[in-house]
Antibody, heavy 120, light 110 residues
């Protein structure tokens, strides 16, 4: 079964850091880009970042660039999101998703999500 | 304010057809493929349509997608109460060098 499973969410104070992990299984991890998408409570989806197959190409939404870093470990079939200088507005469920192997972006499958709460 | 524009809500009766629009610009929909996602209440999103009009395996042909210029449309026929969900369009924006989504459309099956 093709799946991705996120972990690492939790409650953190503004200005703090958190590292999310996403473990992939059931497919050849090295063939795919990977993506993080977030959803604030009661709001829509917001694309956060993605990374290419060998990790040397990364893109970020403006609101997290310079604070968040996406990375991957192909030996562990895992992708990560290091989140620093967290703000209250970063509070959201963070989803990991398999992205494209080539061509246009498409997110499939999605994980169940991990909740990040930024509050004092 | 989302880069892609969707109507906040649509509704139709069971068995009927509904369309959901997604409007963008030359730097996103106008220059790349569109995908559509269904998010049932309390669950993670699921891919419905990719590359404008292709369905992943397991997605019934009641769901269809199309694109023209800088707009895309999701169509759902034979509406069922189980189709009640939020629907999102997404694509890549070449000016932003980032993925973008629409604000989402809540479908109510009356």
């Amino acid at each position: 079964e093709v799946q991705v499973v996120e972990s690492g969410g939790g409650l953190v104070q503004p200005g703090g850091s958190l590292r999310l992990s996403c473990a992939a299984s059931g497919f050849t991890f090295t063939r795919y880009w990977m993506t993080w998408v977030r959803q604030a409570p009661g709001k829509g989806l917001e694309w956060v970042a993605n990374i290419n197959q060998d990790g040397n190409e990364r893109y970020y939404v403006d609101s997290v660039r310079g604070r968040f870093t996406i990375s991957r470990d192909n030996a562990k079939n895992s992708v990560y999101l290091q989140m620093n200088s967290l703000r209250v507005e970063d509070t959201a469920v963070y989803y990991c998703a398999r992205d494209k192997s080539g061509g246009a972006i498409r997110f499939d499958p999605w994980g169940q999500g991990t909740l990040v709460s930024v509050s004092s | 304010q989302s880069v892609l524009t969707q109507p906040p809500s649509v509704s139709a009766a069971p068995g009927q057809k509904v369309t959901i629009s997604c409007s963008g610009s030359s730097s996103n929909i106008g220059s790349d493929y569109v995908s559509w996602y269904q998010q049932l209440p309390g669950t993670a999103p699921k891919l419905l349509i990719y590359d404008n009009n292709k369905r992943p395996s397991g997605i019934p042909d009641r769901f269809s997608g199309s694109k023209s210029g800088t707009s895309a449309t999701l169509g759902i026929t034979g509406l069922q109460t189980g189709d009640e969900a939020d629907y999102y369009c997404g694509t890549w924006d070449t000016s932003l060098s980032a993925g973008v989504f629409g604000g989402g459309t809540k479908l109510t099956v009356l």
